[in-house]
């Protein structure tokens, strides 16, 4: 009797304790997943194949050939327009800052991936869920620039609500900037490749995001030019099953491949390897 | 129907008529009063158009009867030959151009097109293209490469349009496409903002060589009522959006944004749509004849080192 109490009560401890830390419940298929399992496994969930979202840190981690990932972005974001709405500006990016561990929504730098020479660029959602600004935008263009010169490939991976309202036309401008940079990689034949991931929206969907020579969509990604809620407001119907998804992007012949987390490297290192000039020679 | 805060001089203006026709017909000398009333009325003005809020200024770029692209060109050029469609899957009216001639100079030509009324906005989807409409757009760019015509687009428009077919076709694709023809460009490009440079949708047409901005249009990542919906949750506070965005002409000139402004008549570009036309033709000629020098290759890295420095950061 009073063992079986003992029992009952470490047991119920044992849930408190345990449940947030160690497990995780799929948001697809409400699975447990014991975390560790889940961070093997690439944040894809081992039971359904749900993708849950993945930080820039293991996105490196996982594309970039270990050791090689020499970091070469740092720039911090401004204030240009003095930006106020129901707080000012620099108290969010303070905030962000804080949260995601890095000065602005991006990560870069030089690396080989799968051996090739590349500039791996990847965007992060925990800060300001990866909107573009000046930085982000200024720190493609310059990677995309370093590639052209080291005669490197590029491979961007992309998570991003859209455009930073708080820099205004200047977001705006980003596009085209980071678009133009695009010329002077594709005047040295180097390849690029763009990873899609969910979500990616608006402004960086719609410039250096769709105009790689291959575009990969990791499986269930949000992806598309305007958002749902926007969409539906306009037309003000319901949205059909699956739309602006990778599946949906791939039956209407917007990207090359949806592709599983899990194969993502060996393919983006077969694409390169297959573009690259300076493998163009060697077999294998 | 007047904006808001046009109903005051409206007023005035009425009751000023009012006077002068009872003055003429009963043959009342009324000029005194006529003397004091006109000269309440130009200080009436210069008060509100001195001093325009961000705000105002985004309803004057909405007014109706202020010139669209296809009264510019009609306006400005001659010889306009329309051309159609995106040779891919349809014709899209939001979006027009062709080719015309500007003081004896053969030009290629674009623009988002709004309605003249409610019928032909309609047809026009108030301007907000779909995909076709760029690709038209991207059309027109190959056609001024190949014939070595100076290219010459005109933005007025809320934004690239935000539905089902839109996304189904890659409206994010074609506008990415075309920010990219755009920039390659070999030939003098050059943009105009007209009303409304609603995000990506206006800047897939607006990677020019020079960039020009009527005094009353506004340009920005996002409308005044979207950005008001998402930061205030609520697009009532447009107003306050519209101030914190700094999406007017002046705003823009001091960030580098757009090269030149192009004056309004007093009371907006609406009230003496000539007017607006002959400033937007001077400046237009102005800014080619800056290009006149640079050969194919210079105008593209021209193009590549303006849109280059466009940013504000901290290293």
Known sequence: ?284 | MPLEFEKPIEELEAKIAELEGFAASSGVDLSGELHVLRERLAQLKSETFDNLSRWERVQLARAPGRPTTLDVIGGLMTDFVELSGDRTFGEDAAVVGGLARLEGTSVVVVGHQKGRDTKENIKRNFAMPHPEGYRKAMRLMDLADRFGRPFIAFIDTPGAYPGISAEERGQAWVIAQSIQRMARLRVPAIAIILGEGGSGGALAIGVGNRVLILENAWYSVISPESCAAILWRDAKEAAKAAEALKLSAPDLLSLGIVDRIIPEPGGGAHRNPAATLANIKQALLASLAELRSLGPGELFEDRYRRFRGLGRYQT
């Open chain 1, 1 to 284: 009797m009073a063992l079986e109490r003992l029992f009952r009560r470490r047991r119920a401890q044992g849930e408190a304790r345990d449940i947030p830390e160690l497990w995780v419940k799929c948001p697809k298929c409400d699975a447990q997943i014991y975390k560790k399992d889940l961070e093997t496994n690439l944040h894809v969930c081992p039971k359904c194949g749900h993708h849950l979202r993945l930080s820039a840190d293991k996105r490196i981690e996982m594309l970039a050939d270990a050791g090689t990932f020499e970091q070469i972005t740092g720039l911090k974001p401004a204030d240009p327009l003095g930006f106020v709405d129901t707080e000012p500006y620099p108290k969010r990016l303070e905030r962000y800052q804080k949260e995601a561990g890095r000065p602005d929504a991006i990560v870069g730098g030089r690396c080989t991936i799968g051996g090739v020479e590349s500039v791996l660029l990847v965007m992060d959602y925990a800060f300001a869920g990866g909107s573009m600004g000046s930085v982000v935008g200024e720190e493609i263009t310059r990677g995309i620039e370093l590639a052209a010169q080291e005669n490197r490939a590029v491979v961007i991976v992309s998570v991003s609500g859209g455009a930073r309202m708080q820099e205004a036309a200047l977001s705006l401008m980003q596009m085209a900037k980071t678009t133009l940079a695009l010329d002077r990689l594709w005047a040295q034949k180097l390849p690029y490749v763009s990873i899609l991931t969910d979500p990616t929206t608006g402004g960086v969907t719609a410039s250096f995001a769709a105009i790689a020579d291959v575009i990969l969509a990791e499986p269930g990604a949000l992806i598309g030019f305007a958002g749902p809620r926007v969409i539906k407001q306009t037309i003000r119907q319901d949205l059909p099953e699956g739309f602006q998804r990778s599946e949906f992007l791939l039956k209407h012949g917007m990207v090359d491949q949806v592709v599983d987390r899990r194969q993502l490297k060996e393919t983006v290192a077969m694409v390169l390897k297959l573009l690259h000039p300076r493998t163009v020679n060697h077999a294998g």
